[in-house]
């Protein structure tokens, strides 16, 4: 047979390997995906509630290491169960279905009340395609490979949760991943050196260098950038890392885009700080581009690269109402930059996120910055609900 290969990009995710397979004497065809990233230093978790037959068509990519659940009917596919695929929604249960009548035949003769139990959970299965009363679709990836389709890209989807959680240690040793267990070593103060170490190139793979370099921002804090840059394809990137801890408040961050000159303020976003342009309807979530140190105008630019390498408007399955809005964001996007007033807004749980005031020490009047207390759900996703800072060490030595 032939096995065909092809590396594409996934919008507000990542790149992915297709791999397809068919044989012309037998006709069997078999299609998987692999990650071509590392694995991510979270883990993910897509919520998303089923209520229509157009959810059933949202695309699905789940690597080996993701586990799929339908709480609905108790109903789980394990992790490492099934290969990689890019697929749909109701392409998983059908892959399920045809999982689970792979052994009917055998069972019908050896146990034939468990084959009619199975015969009868399948059926359910099936009705769940018609999507005669609403379910629930989780998929839970520890890895942070997998990836669940938002039609209404880059507009936030109402019926889609998504969550990114730190590993436990069963999991990641589930992934193959060694924790270090030795202790740190003295503190070094790094303020003025720039560290250089090895790493592999994010588009071609090939050896590459990055360095590190610890910078103080006048009026704000510490940050951590990494800026790798690879001679064999030129590919060049850079993330910023805070350099300090999550700060007691949230921050929300109001600038009034007012004049071309706001274009170059300085932005520091986190990788937890969200991003708002309410005059586009316009959303960019946790997570989406990563850290960030550039001008407004440069993540402005990010923005748009993110939506016009989006496979879903250009492919097959793009839809021309899909790509016509699309397209009319774009347009409306450049004319944000200096033609159109707006709102930008950096919403920021950690604390970590700073846009410049160009008037500093002085208030700018287009700039807000307002603290807040976050909610629960927030400090869950920073891990804050379970992290204990004090009073441990009693805590500890009574148990004993």
Not at 116 to 127: N, V
Not at 226 to 249: F, L, W, Y
Not at 274 to 299: R, Y
Request: proline share 5%.
């Amino acid at each position: 047979g032939v096995t065909r290969l092809l590396l594409t990009r996934i919008p507000f995710f990542k790149e992915i390997i297709v791999s397809s397979f068919s044989c012309d004497s037998c006709s069997w065809s078999n299609t998987e995906i692999q990650s071509a990233g590392r694995i991510q230093e979270q883990g993910v978790r897509y919520t998303l509630a089923v209520t229509s037959r157009q959810d059933m068509n949202r695309e699905v990519v789940k690597t080996d290491c993701a586990s799929a659940r339908i709480p609905e009917l108790d109903f789980e596919i394990p992790a490492f169960s099934q290969k990689g695929v890019l697929t749909t929604i109701e392409g998983m249960i059908d892959r399920a279905v045809a999982g689970l009548e792979q052994d009917q035949p055998s069972r019908r003769v050896t146990d034939e009340e468990v084959a009619r139990k199975i015969d009868e959970f399948i059926g359910k299965l099936r009705q769940l395609k018609e999507v005669n009363s609403p379910f629930t679709f989780i998929l839970d990836d520890p890895s942070g490979n997998s990836f669940v389709e938002n039609p209404q890209a880059p507009r936030r989807d109402e019926a889609l949760v998504v969550t990114h959680y730190r590993r436990s240690p069963q999991q990641s040793a589930m992934l193959g991943l060694e924790l270090d267990a030795k202790a740190p070593d003295a503190a070094e103060d790094l303020r003025d050196e720039v560290l250089q170490f090895n790493t592999n190139c994010p588009e071609c793979n090939a050896p590459a260098s990055t360095n590190m370099k610890l910078v103080q921002i006048p009026h704000f804090k510490e940050v951590i950038i990494m800026a790798t840059n690879c001679d064999s394809c030129g590919h060049r990137t850079n993330e910023v890392k805070s350099g300090g801890a999550i700060e007691p408040q949230g921050t929300r961050i109001t600038l009034r885009i007012t004049d071309p000159s706001d274009m170059t303020r300085d932005i520091l976003k986190s990788e937890t700080c969200s991003v708002e342009i309410p005059e586009l309807e316009f959303e960019l979530g946790m997570g989406a581009l990563g850290g960030k140190f550039t001008t407004l105008e440069g993540l402005l630019k990010d923005i748009r690269d993110l939506v016009e390498r989006n496979p879903f408007t250009l492919g097959d399955s793009s839809t021309p109402s899909r790509t016509g809005k699309l397209q009319e964001f774009i347009g409306k996007l450049q004319e944000v930059k200096g033609k159109t007033k707006a709102h930008f807004i950096m919403d920021d749980p950690a604390g970590n996120s700073y846009l410049q005031n160009v008037y500093a020490p002085e208030e700018d009047p287009e700039l807000t910055v307002q603290r807040y207390e976050r909610t629960f759900e927030q400090n869950d996703e920073l891990g804050l609900n379970d992290m204990k800072t004090e009073g441990y060490e009693s805590e500890g030595a009574s148990g004993r």
